[in-house]
């Protein structure tokens, strides 16, 4: 039992051996000419404004987290979805229509999901700016008919 955990610390010794002697190897051979422009910092083809340590919206994290979850969704509706075409399922009793209706409620939660976070605003790039009959202006209600007249 122990000699199996021996060959397990060898290939791990082995690989972090191999893994240093490669990154040794590359930093001797690797050109290393540095210069201005190389060593600037690089934003999308422009020159960098201002700290870099700035606050961003929540809202960029919130459109990154619902869209990781959709693209989890596809992760796993694609390999259903190739499995469920194969013919021999059809030959299983109830398996195609259980296997159908198992999607269908993963689809219908991550649904659920995306209702909520459309009905909560999130997917709204700007919150929606409060209605001005819900505020209380200082000047009366008919402080314009009266200018309208004059």
């Known amino acids: 039992m122990i000699e199996q955990f021996g060959y397990v610390a060898a290939f791990l010794l082995a690989g972090i051996a ?3 002697l490669v990154l040794t190897l ?8 540095p210069n201005v422009e190389k060593l600037s910092t690089y934003e999308s083809g422009e020159e960098p404004v ?3 340590n700035t606050r961003f919206n929540p809202r960029f994290y919130v459109i990154a987290l619902l869209f990781v979850l959709f693209e989890v969704e596809l ?6 979805a190739v499995v469920f075409s194969n013919k021999t ?8 229509a259980y296997a159908l209706w198992e999607m269908f ?3 219908g939660i991550l649904s659920l999901g995306l209702a909520f976070a459309w009905r909560r605003g999130y997917l709204n790039w700007e919150k929606p700016v ?4 819900d505020i209380e202006s200082p000047v009366p ?7 309208k007249k004059n």
């Open 105 to 107: 409620l993963f689809v």
């Open 18 to 20: 191999f893994l240093g």
């Open 130 to 133: 409060q209605e001005l009959k």
């Open 50 to 52: 201002g700290n870099a």
């Open 89 to 96: 399922l059809r030959d299983v009793p109830n398996w195609s």
């Open 26 to 33: 590359a930093s001797f051979i690797r050109p290393n000419r």
């Open 141 to 147: 209600a008919d402080a314009y008919q009266r200018f």
């Open 75 to 80: 992760i796993f509706l694609f390999p259903w």
